[in-house]
């Protein structure tokens, strides 16, 4: 993860964002190209080939090789693009369920009285137990005190950019966010995707599960034009059936709008947002959140985008997720 620049001071002069062109980039990449990476060898040897296990040595070895699967998805020999999509959709799962452990705030341990289930607090139920003692009775479920993995209510929406500028890498980040949030807010969490319209790929209350969400997310092409406002509000629409009492918007995007919309306003009327902007164009997103109040950080290598998240926010203080 690299950390952000500064954004443009509040108030200070206008900058108009750069458009995109709006045409189709939704290209397949040959294995001449892919061949240019050191390890691909070893990892296709012949068309239509992924050896697992040697990307997983090489993984091992080398974690950025992980940036070489996840242009894989996009590769033009279709058995090796659903093969890469299959085993990125894998690695992002299970980095997200390791990373949850270290994932700070994200669940905090309460105590319980009278409960049936939990760890035992033995500390906290020595009262309960010497009071069962002295009235010469058997120690019930009233007198003792258990602890609780207790997660804080949050539902979040997912916003993923799926316009021209769509790349294998920046697919891999969205559905590494996708799955962090997933485990982060497992009732509550919709993804969508948008350019020219915007998709709902899992509605803020459904039975579709993390893995399905990240396929789907690494099955999308990049093209046409972006309409960041529709995008905002169709999340917004989305977290409006919420019950949490914290609802966050997150948007990976480099968000330069194709249009003259009304994104910022929409932006601001976000109960919370948090922009995720690649490490290699993110100007534009450092000024809709600083014209918006966002916070926003950047994504250097797709399987950062959990962390990043976390420590975004973990930076809004006094607030629980």
């Known amino acids: 993860m690299t950390g952000p620049p500064t954004a443009p001071a509040a108030g200070g002069p206008s900058q108009r964002p750069r458009p995109k062109s709006g045409r189709s980039d939704g290209k397949t990449v040959g294995r001449r190209e892919l061949a240019r990476h050191p390890h691909f060898a070893e990892i296709s040897p012949e068309l239509g080939v992924l050896d697992e296990q040697a ?18 998805t996009t590769a033009t020999d279709e058995r090796l693009r659903a093969a890469a999509i299959r085993l990125s959709s894998r690695i992002v799962l299970d980095h997200a369920r390791a990373g949850r452990a270290s994932a700070r705030g994200i669940s905090r341990l309460r105590p319980a009285r009278g409960a049936t289930d939990g760890d035992l607090d033995i500390d906290a139920s020595i009262e309960g137990i010497s009071t069962a003692r002295m009235e010469a009775r058997a120690v019930v479920h009233d ?3 258990t602890l609780h993995w207790a997660r804080p209510r949050t539902a979040f929406a997912v916003v993923v950019d799926r316009s021209g500028s769509m790349t294998g890498p920046r697919l891999a980040a969205a559905a590494t966010l996708a799955a962090a949030c997933a485990l982060r807010a497992p009732e509550e969490h919709a993804v969508l995707s948008f350019a020219a319209t915007v998709d709902v790929i ?39 059936q919420a019950r949490a009492r914290r609802q966050v918007v997150i948007l990976l995007s480099d968000c330069r709008s194709t249009d003259d919309d009304d994104s ?14 690649p490490a290699d164009d993110h100007e534009q997103a ?5 014209l918006s ?8 290598h797709p399987l950062d985008a959990g962390v990043t998240l976390d420590q975004l926010l973990a930076a809004r203080q006094g607030r629980d997720y």
């Open 264 to 277: 910022v306003e929409t932006a601001r009327s976000l109960p919370e947002l948090v922009i995720l902007a």
């Open 143 to 145: 007198d003792l005190t």
């Open 286 to 290: 450092a000024h809709l959140a600083n």
């Open 202 to 240: 899992r509605p803020l209350v459904s039975d579709t599960g993390p893995a399905v969400v990240a396929e789907r997310l690494l099955r999308l092409r990049g093209h046409g034009v972006t309409r960041l406002a529709d995008a905002l509000h169709g999340a917004r629409e989305q977290l409006a």
């Open 293 to 300: 109040g966002a916070q926003w950080g950047t994504i250097a």
């Open 55 to 72: 990307m997983s040595q090489v993984l091992r070895q080398d974690p950025a090789a992980f940036e070489l699967l996840a242009v894989m």
